[in-house]
């Protein structure tokens, strides 16, 4: 018992390690693009995207993150991009959605590539699909604004 115990507090250290390793680089270079305001410029490029789904120009940021290095590494710059933009709670619901169906969708295109899979098809077909599901959600989430304007006429 007391092997299983050891083994897994020393298997948890070294993922949060790992985790580390990764994550504290990423906000340190997100920090550097900011201040260059090469953010800005992303968030401008996907503002149309996001515009489609009724969110703020700001969230193309952290959706993009999220669709290129995953939830997992993804997490700590969605989070501080969140807060530091200060994003409505129906963009961050929004983007989870986006996400749940298109996280690191190059990491896992290329490894369905290593088993013989259609990159392109793959990769197409889940944006597509991370598309049409936020598109409906976007339609049925109303914001906080508009709920308590309706409460109150």
Known sequence: MVGIIKEAA???FLSVKQIAIIVIPLMVFMEILK???VLNRIAN???PVVKIYGMKK???FPLVIGIIIGLSYGAG???RSSR???LPKRDLYLITYFLVSAHA???DTAIFMAIGASGAL???TRLLVAAFFTFLASRLIKDRDEIMSEKAG
Do not use: P, R, W
Request: proline share 0%; net charge negative; glycine share 12%.
């Open 45 to 47: 490029l996907f503002s």
């Open 10 to 12: 020393v298997g948890s």
């Open 84 to 86: 530091e933009d200060n």
């Open 35 to 37: 201040d260059m305001g």
């Open 122 to 124: 793959l990769l197409v």
């Open 58 to 60: 700001e969230s193309g």
């Open 77 to 79: 710059i969605i989070f």
């Open 105 to 107: 969708v190059f990491e």
